[in-house]
């Protein structure tokens, strides 16, 4: 069956600290791989995501993601968080060139201490 | 553009009521997606719908049912609503179908009573 998992449910952190949020997915074909964050009240918003090519992927807010499919992970990164970065944060997956249907894995609450 | 609306924003409804709730999604975008977002269950996948027709369905029982329409906009009906159907649903949209990039409106949560 296909499924992600998120390794850190819950992370907290001082501003200025790295981030790095585990995410590996089990699936039997070509993926598309996302990170959504959910900041406070409001709705989900796309951060990256990986389609093909190079396997390191940057998206907005200076967070960064890389591919690594022997290992079949996707894993989050950011080097220096700011308290404006508490949120959720959701890795998914899709099926390439098949299906909309993203799966999502449980999320990482994570809080930045001023 | 325009991003993804859902209305209503929020609903109070009994057990046993069937409730209806609608999505526009971007303009332009042809494929709409359901989510349910509950704290137990987190994200799950209700069903896709492009062109007007159902690409895809999640593991929801029968009570749960949706449309699309000719202008892209859809509608997801839950019909005699249980306590366990309380949550926030999400509407995402995207382009096309076969593994797009999906947008998500701010969802419609739903409270059973």
């Known amino acids: 069956a296909q499924s992600v998992s998120q390794h850190n449910h819950h992370v907290i952190l001082s501003e200025a600290a790295s981030l790095e949020l585990g995410c590996n997915y089990s699936?039997?074909?070509?993926?598309?791989l996302f990170w959504y964050v959910q900041y406070p009240g409001q709705h989900l918003q796309l951060l990256l995501k990986y389609f093909s090519g190079d396997p390191l992927v940057k998206g907005i807010k200076g967070f960064e993601a890389e591919f690594i499919k022997s290992k079949f992970s996707f894993n989050l990164r950011k080097p220096s968080v700011q308290w404006s970065d508490t949120a959720e944060y959701f890795c998914?997956?899709?099926?390439?060139?098949?299906?909309?249907?993203?799966?999502f894995g449980t999320g990482t609450l994570l809080a930045v201490q001023p | 553009k325009a991003g993804v609306t859902q209305t209503p924003r929020y609903l109070i409804k009994t057990r046993g009521q069937q409730v209806t709730l609608s999505c526009s999604p971007i303009?332009?975008?042809?494929?709409v997606s359901w989510y349910q977002q509950t704290p137990g269950q987190g994200l799950q996948f209700l069903f896709e719908?492009?062109?007007?027709?159902?690409?895809n369905k999640g593991n929801f029982p029968g009570r749960f049912s949706g449309r699309q329409f000719s202008n892209s906009r859809s509608e997801m009906n839950v019909s005699t609503l249980e306590l366990g159907d309380s949550a926030l649903y999400l509407c995402?949209?995207?382009?096309?179908?076969?593994?797009?990039?999906?947008?998500f409106g701010p969802g419609t949560r739903l409270l059973v009573l």
């Open positions: 719908y492009f062109s007007e027709t159902q690409r």
């Open positions: 998914a997956v899709n099926a390439r060139g098949a299906t909309n249907k993203l799966i």
């Open positions: 995402a949209s995207s382009e096309s179908t076969g593994g797009e990039t999906q947008y």
């Open positions: 699936y039997g074909g070509t993926v598309n």
């Open positions: 303009s332009g975008h042809r494929s």
